[in-house]
């Protein structure tokens, strides 16, 4: 089993960087959906998206925004984290079957432990799709755990 391990905000220096990849399946879409309320069209249904300027189905926009919050939770600065903002620009859709990656990078260091991290998301293009900074309050006390696994749902 996987580790998760935190770098606390000592150890953290300008231009640390970390990543996550995900693939975007069907599920996600509908477990967003289920999840957040959010049933637009655009995202569940292919002959309504069809129509609009995306010709087909993306995801949603907050999808993105969850994998950020992943990909801070459990890579960069990791468990024990606490998101304390978030700024994010969609330049473009993010589709299903994409594969997107996460990027994360240490911008600065401020005070109380809170640092400021570029939240960037790559399709497989190379082609950015979102844009942003969070702002979060970094962990103070070293943590190494296994890493939990996601819980099993069933659609339906």
């Known amino acids: 089993m996987q580790k998760l391990e935190n770098r606390i905000y000592d150890e953290l ?3 640390d960087k970390a990543s996550l990849a995900h693939q975007v399946q069907e599920s ?3 477990l967003f959906a289920a999840v957040s309320g959010d049933v637009n069209p655009v995202h569940l249904d292919e002959e309504f998206a069809a129509a609009t300027p995306f ?3 993306i995801a949603h926009g907050m999808f993105s925004g969850a994998l950020i919050s992943a990909a801070i939770a459990c ?3 990791g468990p024990g984290s606490i998101y304390i903002g978030q700024e994010l620009s969609f330049l473009r859709p993010v589709r299903l079957g994409d594969n997107i990656t996460i990027e994360l990078e240490v911008l600065e260091k401020l005070p109380k432990n809170r640092v400021k991290i570029a ?3 790559i399709n497989q293009d190379g082609k950015q799709v ?3 900074v969070a702002t979060v309050m970094a962990p103070t006390e070293k943590v190494s755990i296994e890493r939990p696994q996601a819980p099993a749902v069933q659609l339906g």
Request: aromatic share 0%.
């Open 130 to 132: 979102v844009d942003g």
């Open 28 to 30: 996600d879409l509908l």
């Open 119 to 121: 939240t960037r998301v």
């Open 75 to 77: 890579e960069l600065p």
């Open 55 to 57: 010709k087909g189905r």
């Open 13 to 15: 220096n300008v231009g």
